[in-house]
């Protein structure tokens, strides 16, 4: 089993900046992939950015320029870091995982979400 808990979520001005954290637990082999979703109200769940094991990294146009994702492979620890914040990231963050368990088996996990706001 794996948990991954989130952590940095709050409410932040226009043009602040926020970190979120996702720290992984458990039977852990290796952490292939994480990623950042996020869902606002009334809207569906999409993908902010994603890490793969290598350091590769992809964003959603809204956010590029503005968020950086990164990751502390020896922590297993994923990382958002989110600056100039608008009003429309506005949203529940979740960090998800796609990790090899010690059994050699891969599964996809997902935080319990941590609320961003953005309002003056």
């Known amino acids: 089993q794996v948990q991954l808990v989130e952590s940095g979520g709050g409410l932040v001005q226009p043009g602040g900046s926020l970190r979120l954290s996702c720290a992984a637990s458990?039977?852990?082999?290796?952490?292939?992939?994480m990623g950042w979703y996020r869902q606002a109200p009334g809207k569906e769940r999409e993908l902010v950015a994603s890490i793969r094991s290598a350091g590769r990294t992809s964003y959603a146009d809204s956010v590029k320029g503005r968020f950086t994702i990164s990751r502390d492979n020896a922590k297993n620890t994923g990382y958002l870091q989110m600056n100039s914040l608008k009003p429309e990231d506005t949203a529940v963050y979740y960090c998800?995982?796609?990790?090899?368990?010690?059994?050699?088996?891969?599964?996809?996990?997902w935080g319990q979400g941590t609320q961003v706001a953005v309002s003056s």
């Open positions: 998800n995982a796609d990790v090899t368990l010690l059994w050699a088996v891969s599964h996809e996990y």
């Open positions: 458990g039977s852990i082999f290796s952490i292939n992939a």
